[in-house]
């Protein structure tokens, strides 16, 4: 079935580091694609998204593009802050009938000073 | 001013109890989820409601029971809690899309259960 493959965590860096976190999917179609970021103690909100292929999606530094080419949607940003620090998760919009999202099993990131 | 609110927060509760999680969006969205996330992070969907109207409804266990009055609540009813069920869960909504599929999820702060 589809599904969504996002790298292991944790991923540590120091702050100003340079940020990468691995997402690859499985679709019927070109579903809309999403990076949902959870801080600590929180829901899950929006951090970007891209609703075609080759669209860029970006928000408070970070970037996704989506490739459909590689079937990804890999997150960067180019300097970490300690207080971007949470748990990331990628996710697909339902396609081929289902009305089921699906999520990636999340990437703990850790900034430090 | 809260988009997707849930009450309550947190929740302790014996082994057998019966127990209800309450959720409400004021974002006139259609489509409204639950939820469950693991001590991993781990995100399970359970069940999606659209316009009242079951649309999901995952391998879940009877003993839960999701319920909604209209279309701006989803409530989550649990009987005979298990220690299994110690979990965060989270509701949701989404607007459709011409597409016809929902997109963005709004998120609300999530009901930290545990079961003793």
């Known amino acids: 079935g589809d599904s969504v493959t996002q790298m292991e965590g944790p991923v540590t860096l120091s702050e100003e580091a340079f940020l990468t976190i691995n997402c690859t999917y499985t679709?019927?179609?070109?579903?809309?694609l999403f990076w949902y970021v959870q801080y600590p103690g929180e829901g899950l909100q929006l951090l970007l998204k891209?609703?075609?292929?080759?669209d860029k999606g970006s928000n408070k530094g970070f970037e996704a593009t989506y490739r459909k080419e590689t079937t990804s949607f890999h997150l960067e940003k180019g300097s970490v802050q300690v207080s971007d620090s949470a748990v990331y998760f990628c996710?697909?919009?339902?396609?081929?009938?289902?009305?089921?999202?699906?999520f990636g099993r999340g990437t703990s990131l850790i900034v430090h000073p | 001013d809260t988009a997707v609110s849930q009450t309550p927060k947190y929740l302790v509760t014996q082994m057998g109890n019966d127990k209800s999680i309450k959720c409400e969006q004021n974002?006139?969205?259609?489509?409204m989820y639950w939820y469950k996330q693991d001590s991993k992070k781990f995100l399970k969907i359970m069940f999606s409601?659209?316009?009242?109207?079951?649309?999901i409804n995952e391998t879940v266990p009877n003993r839960f029971s999701p319920k909604s009055p209209d279309k701006a609540h989803l409530n989550l009813h649990i009987n005979s809690l298990e220690l299994g069920d110690s979990a965060v869960y989270f509701c949701?909504?989404?607007?459709?899309?011409?597409?016809?599929?929902?997109?963005?999820?709004?998120f609300g702060p999530g009901t930290r259960l545990l079961v003793l």
């Open positions: 949701a909504s989404s607007e459709r899309w011409t597409s016809g599929v929902p997109e963005t999820q709004y």
């Open positions: 679709a019927t179609g070109y579903p809309s």
């Open positions: 891209a609703t075609k292929a080759d």
């Open positions: 996710a697909r919009a339902p396609s081929g009938g289902s009305y089921i999202p699906t």
């Open positions: 974002l006139g969205h259609d489509t």
């Open positions: 409601y659209n316009n009242k109207e079951l649309i």
